[in-house]
């Protein structure tokens, strides 16, 4: 097992279980219309998926193809559903943050896969950065377009307020996307982005879990925002 992979892996796999037992997708982040049939399989399916892949990186004798498995699957979610809702209100920077966090899973997986890509490895890392980076900018501008939202997530115990560290937070995502679309301090941004997502897991998400251990949303976003930290740290490892 390689430790720079474990948080990657293990979102993705903690986000496969959660959807096997709750019977369901991953919620914004798989938006699936309820109107598909056989839903409950699918979402099962999906789950499964996550899992494998996942549970490949984990052992690190498979940690190439579960990388493929990840790096696919999230790259399908954003193309077959995310693009479409973003292209319906494309006005709005709040339908391309869907597609900008699902995204921003698959360049993790996309740099992890770069590590041992012989001629494409350079390429490869730099498509990586570069969308990574993007995504990043995109999380910046969200958060200060929906400011007061944001705001709310912030626990109430951290100082100042959850006023400041939302704007905090914004400023942090755009400057670090910056960083990582022009390649200048790019791997600083990513050390920094990965910590600033880290820090999301364990005062947002972990107590959300412990206060609400039956919610699907606590747990889908515990693992979506574990999977996130892991693929900054995949950047900021292979891709700067």
Same mark, same amino acid.
């Given at each position: 097992?390689?430790?720079?992979?474990?948080?990657?892996? #293990?979102?993705?796999?903690?986000? %496969?279980?959660?959807?096997?037992? &709750?019977?369901?997708?991953?919620?914004?982040w798989q938006p699936v219309p309820a109107s598909v049939g056989m839903r409950v399989p699918l979402a099962y399916l999906s789950g499964l998926i996550l899992i494998v892949g996942g549970s490949a990186i984990l052992t690190g004798?498979?940690?190439?193809?579960?990388?493929?498995?990840l790096t696919l699957f999230f790259g399908f979610w954003v193309v077959a559903l995310h693009i479409p809702n973003a292209l319906a209100g494309w006005k709005h920077i709040g339908a391309w943050n869907g597609p900008a966090e699902?995204?921003?899973?698959?360049?993790?997986?996309?740099?992890?896969?770069?590590?041992?890509?012989?001629?494409?490895?350079?390429?490869?890392?730099?498509? +990586?950065?570069?969308? !990574?980076?993007?995504?990043?900018?995109? =999380? %910046?501008?969200?958060? &200060?377009?929906?400011?007061?939202?944001?705001?709310?997530?912030?626990?109430?115990?951290?100082?100042?307020?959850?006023? =400041?560290?939302?704007?905090?937070?914004?400023?942090?995502? =755009?400057?670090?996307?910056?960083?990582?679309?022009?390649?200048?301090? !790019?791997?600083? +941004? @990513?050390?920094?982005?990965? @910590?600033?997502?880290?820090? =999301?897991? #364990? #005062?947002?998400?972990?107590?959300?879990?412990?206060?609400?251990?039956?919610?699907?949303?606590?747990?889908?976003?515990? +693992?979506?925002?574990?999977?996130?930290?892991?693929?900054?740290? #995949?950047?900021?490892?292979?891709?700067?």
């Amino acid at each position: 097992m390689n430790k720079d992979t474990l948080p990657y892996a #293990l979102g993705a796999t903690l986000l %496969g279980i959660v959807g096997i037992v &709750f019977h369901d997708f991953a919620l914004t982040w798989q938006p699936v219309p309820a109107s598909v049939g056989m839903r409950v399989p699918l979402a099962y399916l999906s789950g499964l998926i996550l899992i494998v892949g996942g549970s490949a990186i984990l052992t690190g004798k498979a940690a190439r193809l579960g990388a493929w498995i990840l790096t696919l699957f999230f790259g399908f979610w954003v193309v077959a559903l995310h693009i479409p809702n973003a292209l319906a209100g494309w006005k709005h920077i709040g339908a391309w943050n869907g597609p900008a966090e699902l995204t921003f899973a698959t360049m993790g997986g996309l740099a992890l896969l770069s590590a041992n890509a012989g001629d494409l490895k350079r390429p490869m890392a730099l498509v +990586a950065r570069i969308g !990574a980076g993007a995504c990043a900018l995109v =999380f %910046g501008l969200a958060h &200060f377009n929906y400011i007061d939202f944001t705001a709310t997530m912030v626990p109430k115990w951290l100082p100042p307020n959850g006023q =400041f560290w939302a704007v905090a937070t914004g400023a942090g995502h =755009f400057a670090a996307g910056l960083a990582l679309v022009s390649g200048i301090r !790019a791997r600083l +941004a @990513a050390t920094c982005l990965a @910590a600033m997502m880290a820090s =999301f897991v #364990l #005062l947002v998400h972990v107590p959300g879990v412990w206060h609400e251990p039956t919610s699907h949303l606590q747990w889908a976003m515990l +693992a979506v925002a574990t999977t996130f930290t892991g693929a900054a740290w #995949l950047v900021r490892k292979f891709a700067t």
